[in-house]
């Protein structure tokens, strides 16, 4: 934990906290008179622990600046998911899409781990000392949320969609913003590749290797930024 995470209802005064649980556990093990705070959607600083569970609370700097990229994400195996929103959030993506696909599993719509994305995303405010939590939305219906909802969303930025074996290569030091379609293991199939490409988006590669979603979210975000 790089960064402890406070929220509004944890403050007993303006400038005090109070923190349980978790938390607590993780002030305890740290050791450190000192820490590296922040509040939900809020300003960061340092705390003081003035008593057991009990901080002062100095709020002097803004969050680093959210990366300029939108992410379509097919919903990935459950495991996974909980890895890849953590590694989103921590590069500071603050919008993200979970839709399905052709070769997602009805079963991940059922997965508990959707109940906890929230979870998953503090962890990575806290691994990138950020405090701005992203916005998450599940997307069932494919073609309904490309055809329908997906021009508009992508309005403005520069449209690519992740694809093995697409012609182009992923462009490299953009400084535009981004709307980002990422496949499920194994990619999107033709058919849905043919609907992000009906409303402007362009396939694009990062070379021979099929990668992890996770290992891909990183690789494109790197190169894209």
């Not at 969303?153 to 690519?160: F, R």
Request: with cysteine; proline share 8%; hydrophobic share 45%.
């Amino acid at each position: 934990m790089n960064l402890l995470l406070l929220y509004p209802e944890d403050f007993i005064t303006a400038t005090r906290a109070r923190v349980t649980g978790r938390r607590l556990d993780e002030v305890n093990r740290i050791g450190s008179r000192e820490l590296r705070v922040g509040v939900l959607d809020g300003r960061t600083g340092t705390a003081a622990v003035v008593a057991p569970g009990e901080l002062e609370v100095t709020l002097d700097s803004d969050p680093p600046p959210p990366l300029p990229l939108t992410l379509v994400l097919a919903l990935p195996r459950p495991k996974v998911l909980n890895r890849t929103i953590a590694a989103a959030t921590s590069m500071g993506i603050k919008n993200i899409f979970l839709l399905n696909a052709w070769r997602v599993e009805k079963s991940y719509w059922k997965s508990p781990k959707l109940l906890h994305i929230r979870d998953q995303a503090v962890l990575g405010l806290e691994q990138a000392r950020d405090t701005v939590m992203p916005r998450i939305e599940l997307r069932r219906f494919f073609r309904k949320f490309v055809e329908d909802e997906l021009p508009a969303i992508a309005l403005g930025s520069l449209p690519l969609v992740a694809h093995p074996g697409a012609p182009s290569e992923c462009p490299r030091n953009v400084q535009e913003a981004v709307t980002l379609a990422i496949g499920p293991e194994g990619g999107f199939i033709a058919e849905e590749i043919a609907s992000f490409e009906r409303i402007g988006f362009r396939p694009v590669h990062l070379g021979p290797r099929i990668l992890r979603v996770e290992t891909a979210v990183a690789a494109l975000v790197g190169r894209l930024f």
